[in-house]
T-cell receptor, first 111, second 114 residues
Framework: QKEVEQDPGPLSVPEGAIVSLNCTYS??????FMWYRQYSRKGPELLMY????GNKEDGRFTAQVDKSSKYISLFIRDSQPSDSATYLC???????????FGKGTRLSVIA | DSGVTQTPKHLITATGQRVTLRCSPRSGDLSVYWYQQSLDQGLQFLIQYYNGEERAKGNILERFSAQQFPDLHSELNLSSLELGDSALYFC?????????????FGPGTRLLVL
């Protein structure tokens, strides 16, 4: 079993839809949870950062962490064509330690 | 723009050769991480340096090595290259922003081994 599992998609939605992306993980010691967005041929860009369990909202994006279920989610409201990218979940043990990534979900938002 | 720079952007070489990838972290960041991204394995951590010292090692092959110099830039050396080493190589640096330690990724070096 991989340490972090993420459905690779691809996921195709119409503009304006609500998108739900998620990851499961096996290591209960993970404390910090992130979502990165990666456009084609670019480096990953940090979207959301959450410490421990709970929700965090930033504009159209909401990140949720449920440590009891070892499950994290990213919701995108009112999706736009510019949201078309690969979304990578990542997690780590503490602040200055390597990230463990999911394989990424490729999202296409169709106008 | 993350502030992390990587050179070269693209590299095409032959099997058995050796290449060096270079990374300059964001100003003030002491930690540098190297990751490899391939289609089948996703983003995998290779090695971390902190202020010139090796801090953590991941799935890095013995044919690969890295170092961080006094000016904090880092180099990843890949030798005896094989076809399977073709991948995107990313460098990330970390620093504290808004009270949280965050990794910022460079644009990557695309390596093709023929």
């Amino acid at each position: 079993q991989k340490e972090v599992e993420q459905d690779p998609g691809p996921l195709s939605v119409p503009e304006g839809a609500i998108v739900s992306l998620n990851c499961t993980y096996s290591n209960s010691a993970f404390q910090y949870f992130m979502w990165y967005r990666q456009y084609s041929r670019k480096g990953p860009e940090l979207l959301m950062y959450t410490y421990s369990s709970g929700n965090k909202e930033d504009g159209r994006f909401t990140a949720q962490v449920d440590k009891s279920s070892k499950y994290i989610s990213l919701f995108i409201r009112d999706s736009q064509p510019s949201d078309s990218a690969t979304y990578l979940c990542a997690m780590t043990l503490s602040g200055n330690t390597p990230l463990v990534f999911g394989k990424g979900t490729r999202l296409s938002v169709i106008a | 723009d993350s502030g992390v720079t990587q050179t070269p952007k693209h590299l095409i070489t032959a099997t058995g050769q050796r290449v060096t990838l270079r990374c300059s972290p964001r100003s003030g960041d002491l930690s540098v991480y190297w990751y490899q991204q391939s289609l089948d394995q996703g983003l995998q951590f290779l090695i971390q340096y902190y202020n010139g010292e090796e801090r953590a090692k991941g799935n890095i092959l013995e044919r690969f090595s890295a170092q961080q110099f006094p000016d904090l830039h880092s180099e990843l050396n890949l030798s005896s290259l094989e076809l399977g080493d073709s991948a995107l190589y990313f460098c990330a640096s970390s620093g504290t922003t808004g009270g949280k330690e965050t990794q910022y990724f460079g644009p990557g070096t695309r390596l093709l081994v023929l």
